[in-house]
């Protein structure tokens, strides 16, 4: 009865023992998830670095000194007092963009990295600032940007910290100065509003004129091309009639008329010509002789037969 109470007793102590095994062993099975590492020291010292992957902690040996993210991370740090070069006190807060390339680095090579990260960023803001002046500080965003990120990320490289970007978020100088400002973009808008209107008014005063130029070549054109119109067809009347003329001489011609009707066509003309608003009329002396013979027919048809 007593052996078989201690086959018993064995039993479950076998059971007990293998599922604390077990329960040991799925403790110690660590899974390490994408874009993160973990610093694995042994006995107290650095042992490992595990990337993404299933792995097995040797219990009471290893521990897992860090977990780190390998993603970009952001820092907003609060605004920092500064003093520009010509003695302005501003308020600038910074905003960093870093990612840690080496885990034992950043585990082992600075206490509070991100504090460090932030001191270390307010110094490096202030010796920038100190050597410009306020307007120039306030126009400066990049140069300044760049100046810091590249300070910080050689400063960084012993922490295995990659600084990637570092950005003012805002930069706040005092009320009075603000409110100088303020006043100088008023001043500033005005005079382009000013200058605005009267370029407006320039531009008006220009079309206008333009306008009127335009409407008198347009009405000159039109006077032209009637006085053109008004010549040809002028023109065209005096060649019509030219050419009647003409036509009316050929006709004579190849008729082969005498001197007499000559001399009648050229009475005929001057006849023509006496109706007119001509006031001296030079008659040839052939033209005069037919004409003396014309008065005189004139006279013997007027003249009564005698009665038989």
Do not use: C
Not at 51 to 71: E, M, N, Q, W, Y
């Amino acid at each position: 009865m007593d052996f078989e109470l201690y086959i018993n007793w064995g039993v479950v102590g076998i059971i007990v023992l293998i599922a604390l095994v077990i329960a040991l062993l799925a403790a110690n099975i660590k899974v390490v998830p994408q874009a993160h590492a973990f610093v694995i020291e042994r006995l107290g010292a650095y042992h490992a670095t595990w990337s993404t992957g299933l792995h097995l902690k040797i219990p009471f040996i290893d521990r897992i000194a860090k977990k780190v993210s390998l993603k970009e991370q952001v820092i907003d740090f609060p605004p920092q007092p500064v003093i520009t070069k010509d003695n302005v006190t501003m308020q600038i807060d910074t905003v960093v963009y870093f990612q840690i390339t080496d885990s034992k680095l950043y585990a082992y090579g600075v206490e509070r990295p991100i504090s460090a990260i932030e001191n270390l960023s307010a110094t490096t803001l202030r010796n920038i600032i100190g050597e410009m002046e306020l307007d120039h500080t306030l126009t400066s965003r990049d140069v300044i940007n760049s100046k810091i990120r590249v300070i910080l990320d050689e400063a960084t490289d012993a922490w295995g910290i990659k600084v990637n970007r570092v950005e003012l978020k805002n930069i706040i100088p005092p009320k009075a100065i603000q409110e100088s400002m303020e006043k100088q973009m008023k001043a500033e808008r005005e005079r382009r509003e000013a200058i605005l209107v009267a370029e407006g008014q320039k531009q008006s005063a220009i079309l206008v004129a333009q306008g009127e130029k335009e409407s008198m070549v347009l009405r000159a054109d039109a006077k032209r091309e009637a006085q053109i119109k008004e010549a040809q067809g002028q023109a065209e009347a005096l060649m019509t009639v030219q050419k009647a003329l003409a036509d009316s001489l050929v006709l004579l011609n190849e008729a082969a008329p005498n001197d007499k009707v000559l001399r009648l066509k050229a009475l005929e003309a001057f006849t023509k010509a006496a109706d007119g608003k001509a006031t001296k009329i030079i008659i040839p002396s052939e033209i005069q002789g037919m004409a003396g013979l014309a008065t005189s027919l004139q006279e013997v048809w007027q003249t009564p037969s005698p009665k038989e």
